[in-house]
């Protein structure tokens, strides 16, 4: 099937498509003022939820346009979204809910902007209430059409929105039928307005004015007892008096859409010219349809000036939506209904236009509803050559996986069954929604049932085993790390797409995830230049751009340039926020890196917060064994300097845990040692030495041996210097002391390097060798000084205390001098968590999120716990922090934090 030629005109007719929806529809001519209407929205702003609730035809859309654009004139911020059957994913709905928003002008802030192009659906949510809570005006969010929608993910999802919403926000839903959303509490409660069809009719002043005569005129009255109010009916009376040039006697309406048919059929659509009739029964087909694509689907080019006539013919029933000059024109439901009854007795026509339409909307790259297009045609032919073509890795890159999850509720089971490849699709949106270990075993399912790839009915065997073998490399790196055995693998996909650059992007991408969690810094650099190209190669550069500025951050800070990370992070904070796919995981990186990078140079124990937060924001769905290997050293540290050794091991039997869910295997041995080393922190030698041997740790530290990570095992070798040290046995704990510092002068790695030459000053100390001690020390502080590095000193704790207070004594140079006394303060300044003041784990973790600036409803959704036991924290904390309000522990959080 064709591609668009252009580039940037696909994009733009998704984004087209997209902005439409954020305004209301526009029509030429009013039908009326709603001011009873009205005046019941208004009244409701001041509760938490209005629902408007009436079959299709009582004006729900034009009513909520019509408050929407008084809002806006009173300067009241109010977002519009019209809901369509393509939202009904959580993180499509939350995405479009986003868009709304920012396209209405609330300053919301660049996480939630950043969060629109890729994030799952929680961390949406949290950012979109965030977001709100930040505004200082009174807001309305409007959702029309909201049935398209309801179903209990999405359902869940509002009614967890509604309970959090901030004071002075309102939302508004329109439904032809009653919301699935449980309201009964909020019923109770006074806090929502629920408007229905009675009293949506059209009362006797608003009839008059629709049909230009007086409230007591016979017209009035004979209206009013035939069409009983209902809108459409009125509207329709009145176009058919404006054609026939008389105001004779119509057929009585009750509310049932087959007499509004009949009288359309006797009316109005039979009035029209041929070529007008045509036209509406071709666009009955589509809910929005734009003038390219109209000309498409008939086969035509004068499509614009036909919906341009008929828009005035129709004023009422033929509604505008713009997306800058770009116009859709969308039929009243009821008309539509009726032209594809027309539609209906020509055989065989409303195959051929949904087939056009499948075609045309694929073409410029809109696949669910290019999908659903094609199943509409009930032509199994159409359908697939889609489903066989259907470039899935590209839109994955270059949409993200809420794409994938889009056009897979479109395809029936049964074709899914089917069809390997749609199944690997299947697997590929597991996988990024966090269920690595399923999505594993799909896979596997996968490769047992087609004979390795090479066996499906349907599909090209090369490019299934291709796409089979990429999937198993980014399986395979996320769950076992730098032991991924992928090179074969790699080079049988280039093999069997030796001209396809996507494929290749795929690979070199894979493979410096791969060489950075070895150690191999340099072949790392040079497969993301690999993969720069590539990816520019394969037209996806935007992704490209986005995505590898996360492995630049990990090579910096693998390097040990602190100052250079810290600098690229900032930058990045401080860029326009951008709805491009990994423009949010690029952010959270940024985060992460700051945190890192204040532990490192601080050694504050709140950079765990910061840590934490960010690790949450990068997403199970998208972070690897380094997003966590930076994070749990710096987490359980901060656990246990707040808390002692029993909150250190909670932390890590959490770790365990979270990642035994989502199927990781690659950071086993890491959380192995991090518990050795809190035994032994704790002087449970003996429990440590035992976690050590069953862990195999010597072996883990082994250098150049096994594709253990460089992280893994830079923090094993430590554990054990330190375990030697403490059984006495010197010797030992030099050699593997000796073996850091080697292994990080080799591989670039300066933090690796300086932790070598820490542990190595601690192992002579122990051996008598004062002198030599200090000069190793002396050597640490000469190479942490340039970067800042601190926590390699500090974190040793009091056991490093006498060399450093005899090297401050000792002849050194003013900046030398300077890092020594700034590690002296940070080691004392640990003492702090002694104090009976000291925040507890809950506390402590609520203080994070005070700082970060959410409310008590948020934390308490961030949390999973009641608002009333946030209130009940915030007064004990308040206490140890000698404050009187949130603004003041907040403040004091920030001055505690200091700066990078």
Known sequence: MPRPDAHNSALSSRSRATRRRLRPPYQAVTLCQRELAMRSLNLARGLRLTVLVAPPGYGKTTLLAQWWHRLRARQIRAAW???????????????????????????????????????????????????????????????????????????????????????????????????????????AQG????????????????????????????????????????????????????????????????????????????????????????????????????????????????????????????????????????????LHPLVSEYAQGRLQQHPGRATVLHQRAAQ???????????????????????????????????????????????????????????????QMVSALAHFKAGFFGEAKTMLAGIREQTNGYRDAVNEA???????????????????????????????????????????????????????????????????????????????????????????????????????????????????PPGTQTGARVRNAMARIALAAVDHERQYHVRSADAMRLALDEFGDGEAWYEQYAIAAPVLVDGAYRRHGIDAALREIGAQRAHLKRLGMRCLDSLLDALEAGCHLRAGRTERAAQLAADAGLAAVA??????????????????????????????????????????????????????GLVQLARARACGGAETAAREALSEAVRAAFPDGFLAPFAGEGEALLPLLQALAEAPQTSFEQGHVSAVLKALDSDRQFDDPNTLNEREAEIVAHLADGASNKLIAR???????????????????????????????????????
């Open 461 to 575: 065997a090369d490019r299934l085993e291709c796409e089979g073998l990429a999937l198993e490399v980014l399986f395979d790196g996320y769950i076992h790390g730098a032991a991924a055995d992928c090179e074969p693998k790699m080079a049988r996909i280039r093999a069997l797409a030796p001209e396809t650059p996507l494929m290749w992007a795929w690979c070199e991408n894979v493979q410096l995830a791969l060489e950075l969690p070895r150690g191999a810094l340099d072949a790392a650099q040079r497969a993301l230049e690999r993969t720069r190209d590539t990816f520019e190669a394969s037209g996806i550069d935007q992704f490209g751009a986005q995505h590898l500025v996360v492995h630049e951050l990990l090579l910096g800070l693998a390097r040990g340039t602190l100052g250079a990370v810290a600098e690229q992070a900032n930058a990045i904070l401080r860029l």
């Open 81 to 187: 979204y019209s809901a369509a059957n393509v939202d009904r994913d959580p993180s499509a709905f939350l995405k479009m809910l986003a868009s709304a928003l920012v396209d209405a002008g609330l300053g919301l802030g660049t996480d939630l902007e950043r969060a629109i192009g890729d994030a799952g659906a929680d961390i949406t949510l949290d950012h979109l209430v965030f977001g709100l809570e930040q505004i200082e005006t009174p807001a309305v969010l409007i959702i029309d059409e909201f049935e398209r929608v309801d179903h209990p993910p999405i359902a869940a999802l509002v009614r967890e929105l509604i309970d959090v919403l901030p004071d002075g926000v309102h939302l508004a839903l329109a439904s032809r039928v009653k919301p699935s959303i449980s309201l009964s509490l909020l019923r």
């Open 360 to 422: 045309w909307l694929w073409q410029h790259e809109r696949y669910a509803d290019a999908l659903c297009h094609a199943l509409d045609s009930r032509d199994d032919g159409t359908l697939q050559v889609m489903l066989r073509e259907l470039p899935y890795f590209e839109i994955f890159l270059r949409f993200g996986a809420g794409e994938l999850r889009t056009i897979l509720r479109e395809v029936p089971v049964e074709y899914r069954d089917q069809w390997p490849r749609l």
């Open 702 to 755: 082994e250098p150049g041996k096994n594709f253990t990570p460089w992280r893994t095992r830079e923090l094993a070798s430590r554990i054990l210097v330190q375990l030697e040290l403490a059984r006495g046995e010197t010797a030992r704990a030099t050699e593997l002391a000796q073996h850091m510092i080697e292994e990080g002068r080799a591989g670039g790695r300066s933090g690796t390097y300086i932790k």
């Open 862 to 900: 961030r949390l999973g716990i009641t608002d009333n036991t946030i209130k009940y924290h915030l007064k004990k904390i308040y206490a140890k922090l000698g404050v009187s309000s949130r603004r003041a522990a907040a403040a004091r959080v920030l001055q505690d934090r200091g700066s990078i």
């Open 191 to 330: 806090g929502v307005r629920l408007i229905e069809a009675n009293e949506l009719r059209l009362g006797n002043e608003e009839l008059a004015q629709v049909l230009e005569r007086p409230p007591d005129s016979p017209e009035v009255a004979q209206v009013a007892e035939h069409t009983e109010g209902w809108p459409v009916a009125v509207q329709l009376y009145r176009l058919w008096r404006e054609r026939a040039g008389k105001s004779g006697r119509v057929p009585r309406f009750t509310g049932r859409a087959t007499e509004v048919a009949d009288y359309l059929a006797e009316q109005v659509f039979s009035a029209l010219p041929p070529s007008h009739q045509s036209l509406l029964m071709d666009l009955s087909i589509s809910d929005y349809c734009e003038a390219a694509l109209a000309d498409c689907i008939r086969n035509t080019t004068n499509s614009a000036g036909l919906l341009e006539e008929l828009s005035e013919l129709l004023p009422e029933l033929l509604q505008q939506s713009h997306a800058g000059d770009d116009i859709a024109y969308r």
